[in-house]
T-cell receptor, first 113, second 112 residues
Framework: GAGVSQTPSNKVTEKGKYVELRCDPISGHTALYWYRQSLGQGPEFLIYFQGTGAADDSGLPNDRFFAVRPEGSVSTLKIQRTERGDSAVYLC???????????FGQGTRLTVV | TQLLEQSPQFLSIQEGENLTVYCNSSSVFSSLQWYRQEPGEGPVLLVTVVTGGEVKKLKRLTFQFGDARKDSSLHITAAQPGDTGLYLCAGGSSGSARQLTFGSGTQLTVLP
């Protein structure tokens, strides 16, 4: 596609529920990143994929968070047993090789009530 | 842990004024990127600087990377209402990790 696409744009879920957030990167981009942005803050790194593998998952806050990219294109961020503190905008980004310009999607606003 | 501090946090100016925002760290970065983010959107890359002392100009915007690659500044000349937005700096590190470390941003409002 022309840009990084994220779905849904908004997600409201109840505490304790499971959610999946989807990212469709720019076609041909091998590098894919997930970031989380809380209100009034800059984005915070979660995980980086190079192709199908997670090259760096050091930013995942705990084992309730997991991300996959099985075919090296679309990625899904999965959050189990959601907590109110998980509420934030989850941003996906991609770049051609992992170096150079990084392009962000519009984000998914997750609200846990 | 690498941290980037941006100042000021908020800036409100009149159209036509000049301004400078700062991005500072105690850590050395291999590259420094500046983004602008509008409400409900993801950050949009403005520029990448990689060499200490480098200066890049993008129309009315001038970006500078410090000699020691620990700090950067963004200067806007004759600001316009369309410049309104959240300006974020992000540092990149060499090595295997490709994550960016973001500052908390400067919220700029340019009043007509």
């Amino acid at each position: 596609g022309a840009g990084v696409s994220q779905t849904p744009s908004n997600k409201v879920t109840e505490k304790g529920k499971y959610v999946e957030l989807r990212c469709d990167p720019i076609s041909g981009h091998t590098a894919l990143y997930w970031y989380r942005q809380s209100l009034g803050q800059g984005p915070e790194f979660l995980i980086y994929f190079q192709g199908t593998g997670a090259a760096d998952d050091s930013g995942l806050p705990n084992d309730r968070f997991f991300a996959v990219r099985p075919e090296g294109s679309v990625s899904t961020l999965k959050i189990q047993r959601t907590e109110r503190g998980d509420s934030a905008v989850y941003l996906c980004a991609s770049s051609l090789t992992g170096q150079g310009a990084t392009f962000f999607g519009q984000g998914t606003r997750l609200t846990v009530v | 842990t690498q941290l980037l501090e941006q100042s000021p946090q908020f800036l409100s100016i009149q159209e036509g004024e000049n301004l400078t925002v700062y991005c500072n760290s105690s850590s050395v970065f291999s590259s420094l990127q500046w983004y602008r983010q509008e409400p409900g959107e993801g950050p949009v890359l403005l520029v990448t600087v990689v060499t200490g002392g480098e200066v890049k100009k993008l129309k009315r915007l001038t970006f500078q990377f410090g000699d020691a690659r620990k700090d950067s500044s963004l200067h806007i000349t004759a600001a316009q209402p369309g410049d309104t937005g959240l300006y974020l700096c992000a540092g990149g590190s060499s090595g295997s990790a490709r994550q960016l470390t973001f500052g908390s941003g400067t919220q700029l409002t340019v009043l007509p």
